[in-house]
């Protein structure tokens, strides 16, 4: 599956769980060996009362993650056509929180992401000795880079959205160094369990546009979870509205959000396809 060209593994295992290792989902999402994919994306059978399934992600590396916002969308469309579920809505549980996909008439989906984190501690972001510029209603973070000492810090946003992020302004997302900063982001000693590296653009008070950096994964065409965290970062920076088109390399997603309370849930929504389905045999990987 995929939505707004971040691709999904998805594997049913409300019956059985697989047991899969992390190299076995690395071969999955392994473009030329396996199926290839950015997350593998599990379903599984509900854990508690008043939860309609477990919703268990792992990145292209093999490592399991708390949350994908764009996987959520497709997750929803899959327990559907699975015939798993006939509600419109369902309550899924990540490692990052309990989450609510719903349907829409138009075939997307909205996703309720739950409301953003801003303490540094709860990312988890060291930010001891760091002085904060003043940025709107909020606060830019200096973050400086190895191996590039004489340069500039660049500031960034540090919230998590179930996941924890970094966001930076800048002035052409065409042309920002993605690549070469993204994994010097992702892996900074200030955040002990690395980092997903947004790169915004604002061109207007109610669109953005924006690459990210996965944890894990690398540039993907799309991250909802990213998606959600640059247009929080840019309203509390005083730059966009309440509610704002994030133009991706793979598509669109509206993210809607209110400063007027900060434990408001952000609403995501946007795209879910299904690519086709098939079988593969999985090797026996340590």
């Known amino acids: ?54 919703y268990v992600i ?27 579920t006939t509600k419109d809505a369902v309550k899924v549980k990540t490692l990052g ?18 409301a953003p984190v801003f303490e540094p ?25 190895e191996g590039r000492a004489q340069a500039a810090p660049v500031f960034i946003a540090v919230l998590s959205m179930g996941n924890p992020h970094a966001v930076q302004l800048v002035e052409d997302v065409d042309t920002a160094p993605v690549l070469q900063t993204g994994p010097l982001i992702e892996h900074h000693v200030r955040f002990p369990r690395r980092v997903n590296a947004g790169f915004m653009q604002v061109v207007s008070r109610s669109q953005i546009r924006l690459r990210v950096y996965e944890r894990g994964a690398g540039e993907t ?26 133009l991706t390399r793979g598509g669109q997603l509206t993210i809607e959000w209110s400063d007027r309370l900060l434990d408001a849930p952000v609403m995501m929504t946007g795209p879910a396809t299904t690519v086709f389905e098939s079988e593969i045999e999985v090797p026996d990987l340590l």
């Open 221 to 246: 065409l799309a991250c909802g979870t990213g998606a959600c965290a640059a247009a929080v970062a840019g309203i509390r920076w005083g730059l966009l509205d309440a509610r704002v088109d994030v």
């Open 97 to 114: 929180g309990v989450i609510e996909p719903r349907m829409q008439a138009d075939g997307r989906v909205t996703v309720n992401m739950g």
């Open 121 to 145: 501690a709860r990312i988890p972001f060291d930010a001891d000795g760091l002085t904060p510029q003043v940025a709107g209603s909020w606060k830019k973070w200096p973050l400086a880079l």
């Open 1 to 54: 599956m995929q939505g707004a060209g971040n691709d999904f593994v998805m594997l049913d295992e409300t019956r059985a769980l697989l047991g899969l290792t992390p190299a076995q989902y690395r071969f999955l999402a392994d473009r030329h060996f396996g199926v290839g994919a950015d997350q593998i994306l599990s379903v599984r059978p509900s854990p508690a009362e008043g939860i309609d399934f477990e």
């Open 58 to 84: 792992h990145n292209a590396d093999g490592g399991e993650v708390e949350q994908c916002g764009n996987g959520a969308r497709c997750f929803v469309r899959f327990v559907r056509e699975r015939g798993l």
